[in-house]
């Protein structure tokens, strides 16, 4: 009786007995394996190449139509979940649907000239998942590979007009040159202008042919004070978003890129004199020239100042000062005071306190004004009715006190100190100040509360009964700034002096980098953070600045080492041990050759032999460096300096435009206008400012004047300063 035989799906029968069937599974096995082991010897296999039961990819020959270069994988293509696996687009040819693109419709409505900011949320826009722009349209945005941006300093609109002469453009005087720029209010003054080659001067004819409008851009500033922000630091710091402020609200500052730490003396912070006048400290005689005026001052009726008659008796000789001290042989004392009302607009002491550099109280007491208290204000001062009722200690008390305790190498530091001297009625000369040391990052007159900082570089939470019955703690006050001082004289006198209230646009991209589809395959689709590298090329040190937030860095000494060092950092070194090959995603650099020519550069901070400082001045016989290439032997008599500088920046440009890759969105930006006038006007004003808060002075003897018609002067001058321009494009 034969045994029963089974069928297999496929219809061929196996049993016991079924010895010819047996032999053809063997057979089929063995040249699979040989199949496998083949491929394995030519490197064709990889661990998508296992059976079903070990992975879900496998590897299967490609069709004859699928996209030219799949060769690459040997005719094989990834097969994952049952799905072939896309590979990553190629980057678009310039005619096709998909290249990405910057546009200006002509019909778009703005309400007032674009800023540097929104220049700045563009570039975030384009690499991050932020808030599109309303101003420009912004096509195919994933297909954007890479940004380079670029701040000329010195570009201005009125030598983008056909009948501009460079010759003579340079020989107005300040106060001139800004009647170069309209000011008037008009709507149509928001709007891009079109670059056509017949407007413009011929050495600019590149620029019609990299970019396809000129953009009036406002720089950062205050109408109101009188005062440009830097286009730098606006650029280069991304706004904190609401949500992540509410999250975390201030964020503890983290030292710099690179940075090292330089203990400095506390004797490099003391407040200058011209620096106490301005920000109106009480005049102090030792400040005053020698002469009558010092020998005549007296003090207003109540005040009295320390016992100092010239500021060198602050002088502590070297061989007394111990090794590595950063009290440099002086006595430190930390200074707060409280203050209640007794006028309308009169605040007077009712509490100080005094904190040694090692944090113990020196002195703490109430005071009785000599006026009546209207209001104690116990939701600021913590001090209330029945904490002053029973003090018999005056304000001529403390001042009998400290001009015992004051001596001339003692330096008081504090929180603006000038209402606490006021409200003491007491002149002292060696300040230190924490609303000066740590400066606004909108510059002055505007200051960074004592709360503020103390979260931001202490990470400390004070002042906690602020508003409440509690009120402010003098003491505490005190040690915070003593703290403060500690942390600036430990780290350097650079150190936070750039803080603003957002973040790092490159630390911004490299945490927020948005990488899509077409540069990162099929798992980015829809957007993926996976980081932008940055590279920072500038003059000086970039370490002490916001480019050491950028992945690399390079330092140039001219205008020639920029544009070397953009093609570096859009192509990669060819070795790739520092920058990799195929450069970084995003580009930020400053050409400074034409600022310097035109005087906007500030050589009062830097010379010129300064490492990053200014080129030589140009003087009648040498109107600038070899590398600047401003005279040519043969044509020095009929090209103007200016015309061979911007001829060359022009060519410069040109050569990095042609070099980038397609689908780079590249800026060219001027960052502000002409400053000159706005410098002028300001010294000017301080000047008034020193002469006039100096006791004895009267306000007919001065040197300088300073009317109401000064007043629109300058700020006529800051309008200007702050009308740039800018050229937007994608190659």
């Known amino acids: 009786m034969g045994k029963k035989k089974n069928r297999n799906k496929g219809g061929s029968s196996t049993g016991t007995g079924g010895n010819g069937s047996v032999m053809e599974a063997v057979a089929h096995f063995l040249t699979e394996a040989n199949m496998q082991k083949a491929l394995i010897s030519t490197g064709n296999t990889t661990s998508a190449s296992r059976a079903p039961s070990e992975s879900s990819s496998s590897k299967k020959r490609s069709s004859p139509h699928d996209e030219a270069g799949s060769d690459k994988d040997d005719g094989w293509q990834t097969i994952q979940g049952g799905r072939p696996v896309k590979k990553q687009k190629k980057v678009p040819g310039a005619?096709?649907?998909?290249?990405?693109?910057?546009?200006?419709?002509?019909?778009?409505?703005?309400?007032?000239?674009?800023?540097?900011?929104?220049?700045?949320?563009?570039?975030?826009?384009?690499?991050?998942?932020?808030?599109?722009?309303?101003?420009?349209?912004?096509?195919?945005?994933?297909?954007?590979?890479?940004?380079?941006?670029?701040?000329v300093p010195g570009l201005e609109e009125a030598m983008f007009k056909a009948n501009v002469d460079f010759s003579t453009y340079c020989d107005l005087a300040p106060d001139q040159a800004i009647n170069r720029v309209a000011l008037s209010s008009s709507p149509d003054d928001y709007y891009p202008r079109v670059l056509k080659k017949e407007q413009l001067p011929e050495l600019l004819h590149p620029f019609a042919d990299m970019f396809r409008h000129l953009w009036p851009l406002r720089a950062p500033g205050d109408d109101k004070y009188g005062r440009l922000h830097s286009p730098i630091q606006t650029m280069l710091t991304a706004p904190a978003s609401k949500n992540e402020e509410k999250k975390s609200g201030i964020k503890p500052a983290i030292d710099p890129q690179g940075w090292k730490d330089q203990r400095t003396r506390i004797t490099e912070f003391l407040v200058t004199p011209e620096e106490l006048l301005e920000n109106g400290f009480p005049v102090h005689p030792a400040l005053l020239p020698e002469g009558e005026r010092r020998d005549s001052f007296k003090d207003p009726e109540g005040w009295v100042h320390t016992r100092i008659e010239t500021m060198d008796q602050g002088n502590v000789p070297e061989d007394e000062i111990q090794q590595g001290s950063i009290t440099a042989g002086r006595q430190v004392l930390a200074l707060d005071c409280e203050m209640c009302m007794t006028g309308d607009t009169e605040y007077s002491l009712t509490r100080i306190s005094l904190v040694s550099w090692d944090g113990e109280v020196v002195m703490d007491e109430l005071v009785k004004p000599d006026k009546p208290i209207i209001n104690y204000v116990t939701q600021f001062s913590g001090i209330t009715k029945e904490m002053i009722d029973p003090v018999k200690t005056t304000i001529r008390d403390i001042q009998a006190r400290l001009l015992d305790l004051l001596t001339p190498r003692t330096i008081l530091v504090g929180h603006s100190l000038d209402s606490d001297l006021k409200a003491m009625q007491l002149a002292h000369p060696f300040i230190v100040d924490t609303s000066i040391m740590y400066p606004h990052p909108r510059g002055p007159p505007l200051k960074s509360s004592l709360k503020w900082l103390a979260q931001k570089y202490l990470n400390r939470e004070v002042q906690k009964g602020h508003g409440t019955a509690a009120g402010h703690d003098s003491i505490e006050d005190a040690k915070t700034c003593l703290d403060l001082v500690k942390k600036k004289c430990e780290k350097g006198k650079l150190w936070a002096t750039g803080e603003s209230q957002g973040e790092n646009l490159f630390r911004r991209l490299a945490n927020s980098g948005t990488t899509y589809r077409a540069t990162g395959g099929p798992q980015a689709t829809g957007g993926l953070p996976t980081g932008k590298s940055s590279t920072a090329v500038d003059w000086g040190d970039l370490t002490r600045s916001a480019c050491n937030g950028a992945t690399f860095t390079i330092p140039c000494k001219s205008d020639a080492d920029v544009e070397a060092g953009i093609l570096r950092a859009v192509k990669g070194d060819p070795d790739g041990l520092e920058i990799p090959a195929g450069g970084t995603d995003f580009v930020w650099a400053r050409m400074r050759e034409l600022e310097a020519l035109q005087g906007w550069w500030n050589r009062n901070k830097l010379g010129s032999e300064d490492a990053g400082g200014p080129p030589p001045a140009p003087t009648a016989t040498d109107t600038g460096s070899e590398e600047m290439n401003y005279d040519d032997k043969e044509n020095s008599a009929s090209v103007s300096p200016l015309e061979e500088c911007l001829t060359t920046l022009t060519q410069r440009l040109k050569r990095i435009h042609d070099a980038l890759p397609p689908c780079t969105a590249f800026f060219v930006l001027s960052g502000t206008g002409d400053p000159r006038e706005m410098s002028r006007l300001q010294a000017l004003q301080a000047q008034f400012k020193k002469e006039y808060n100096t006791p004895g002075s009267k306000w007919d003897q001065l040197s300088v004047k300073w009317t109401d018609d000064e007043e629109q002067a300058l700020r006529k001058a800051v309008r200007v300063a702050r009308c740039g321009i800018g050229f937007i494009g994608v190659k």
Request: net charge positive; charged share 20%; aromatic share 10%.
């Open 95 to 151: 005619d096709s649907s998909r290249y990405p693109a910057i546009t200006f419709s002509e019909q778009a409505r703005l309400q007032s000239k674009v800023n540097l900011a929104q220049v700045r949320d563009l570039i975030l826009y384009l690499f991050t998942q932020s808030t599109a722009p309303q101003w420009v349209l912004v096509k195919h945005r994933p297909e954007f590979r890479k940004i380079v941006t670029i701040m």
